[in-house]
């Protein structure tokens, strides 16, 4: 399937950073279902500007994500709790009386450990980096804007602007015969302790 992404629609998505659409841009996706969950793949093509951190002249920027997603239906409500509450009014009114204490204690930790198991597998789901999807249709306009968000460059720079790179720390600069040359005042600490290794040593 071939989508067209209009420039209304992608100044939206990339409100808040420093990128501007060019014209409109276009996504072509592919969705495949995999027993109740459904696969997206493709791609997205749109073109930007963005201003050089150093110059600050607006740069072209293609944009080209890959999509790919795992949609997972969204879980249904959980039930109520009336079947339990239910059974144990049934369980004290065979007898006449309320169950014992040891047995309403062990009823509780079963209880507990069961809702603590319930709680570890929604976690577990949540935890799988899987999305989720309502109803019949997939609204895809919010997994497009992060995948090109995610796109985006930190810094753009201008290519043909000189690389100010380097190690972080220079060379020993070089002193007349017979002095110390001079030491980063970083690397003092790491120099003071190799001269007490030194004068431990002699």
Known sequence: MNFTLD???LREALE????TPKRP?????ELSKSG????????AEVAVTMPCVVTLDPLDIDLNPEVFLMLAPAPSEPTGRGGRAEKKRSVAGASGKEPP???RAAASRKRGAKED???GELLDESTAARDIFEGSQIELDSFIREFLLLELPMFP????LPSTEGPAIGPPSVEPDGQEPAIDPRLQP???LRSRLRDTKE
């Open 190 to 192: 790491l120099a003071a």
């Open 7 to 9: 420039e209304a629609w």
């Open 25 to 29: 841009g276009s996504a072509t996706l």
């Open 117 to 119: 198991d319930e709680e």
């Open 16 to 19: 808040g950073t420093e990128a």
């Open 157 to 160: 720079r201008r290519s043909d």
């Open 36 to 43: 109740r969950d459904i696969m997206v793949r493709g791609t």
């Open 101 to 103: 204490a040891e047995a």
